[in-house]
């Protein structure tokens, strides 16, 4: 998933919001237990059907499903069945001490086996947000090339599902190091940022874009054919010649980039094809940059 735009602390909110459900699932658990224990009144809006709905951990899936579902979408529903069998254990309990019933046997394990269930699939839910962090990149939102494999392999499968062909698209910002060196580097990580949003804005939505290393991108395309890949890698180069950025200079600074482009051939791995790729981007700086190459099975053109 991309995250540029400010989602990487979106992820850190999901993190603190499953350790504050956890911890108002434990004052709960305790209220619950004394009532239950002491014979006293159950909280108000227990005994009602569709609690699990308006407590605290269930309107946060609520609001966070979304996000939540596209991290993992199977452990999100997890979560969600299993709070809601916990509540009916709950609710099977309250009912149970108000009505005087001495055997509770019943709904005390249907209550413990919900709870437990949801306590596993929060701890898994929240390992899931955990490694989706470590695979992002801090300063752009965009994912960090470790899953790069699986992300190639997936757009291999989706284009041939589509009868379509998948394109690797190597991207690198030129004269990079003289914005470095003339504005420093908190300059160079704004233009970064920029770069990063520009692309992903150019893009179609389910089209991965990474942070490769230093001033380079991957995106991977799924297109109809050369032609097409190749219009889309010029959609991407007129996207940054028009998106100037305001570095303190009273003026815009105009960004351009050269990109590499390489059909992932069925016999080809991801490392050949980043290789082609790459000697295309070689060969798109060496005619001058501000354009894109191809780089065909035996030969590389350039546009």
């Known amino acids: 998933m991309d995250l540029v735009n400010g989602s990487v602390e979106s992820l850190s909110r999901l993190l603190d919001g499953i350790d504050a459900a956890v911890q108002d699932h434990l004052s709960w658990n305790q209220g619950l ?8 009144a159950p909280a108000e809006g227990l ?3 569709g609690a699990h709905e308006r407590c605290h951990l269930g309107l946060w899936l609520q609001r966070e499903h979304a996000q939540l579902s596209a ?24 009912s149970a001490r108000l009505e005087g019933r001495s055997d509770l046997r019943a709904a005390l394990t249907a209550y413990e086996e919900g709870q437990r269930q949801m306590i596993s699939s929060l701890a898994e839910l929240k390992h899931a947000i955990e490694s989706v962090t470590g695979s992002i990149d801090v300063l752009t939102g965009l994912p960090l090339r470790h899953g790069l494999d699986a992300v190639f392999v997936q757009c291999r499968r989706d284009a041939r599902r589509e009868g379509r062909r998948c394109y690797l698209a190597m991207i690198d910002v030129d ?13 160079g990580d704004e233009v970064l940022v920029h770069v990063a949003r520009t692309l992903r804005v150019a893009l179609r ?5 990474i942070r ?14 050369v032609a097409a890949a190749e219009l ?16 303190g200079l ?23 094809t980043l290789m082609r790729a790459d000697r295309a981007l070689l060969q798109g700086k060496l005619n001058g940059r501000d354009r894109h190459v191809m780089a065909l099975a035996r030969e590389a053109t350039s546009t």
């Open 47 to 49: 005994l009602r059907p």
């Open 71 to 94: 991290i993992d979408a199977e452990l999100t529903q997890a979560v969600a069945e299993s709070h809601g069998r916990m509540h009916d254990g709950a609710r099977e309990l309250g």
């Open 250 to 272: 009273g003026r815009g600074l105009r960004l351009t980039a050269t990109i590499g482009l390489a059909e992932a051939l069925n016999e080809d791995s991801l490392q050949t």
């Open 232 to 247: 889309a890698a010029s959609r991407l180069l007129e996207a940054l010649r028009g998106a100037s950025i305001e570095l």
């Open 175 to 187: 004269h990079f190091k003289s914005v470095n060196d003339r504005f420093g580097h908190p300059a």
């Open 205 to 209: 939505e389910n089209d991965p874009l």
């Open 33 to 40: 237990f004394r009532s239950v224990l002491l014979g006293e």
């Open 212 to 225: 490769y290393g230093g001033e380079e991108f991957l995106a991977l395309l799924r297109c109809d054919d």
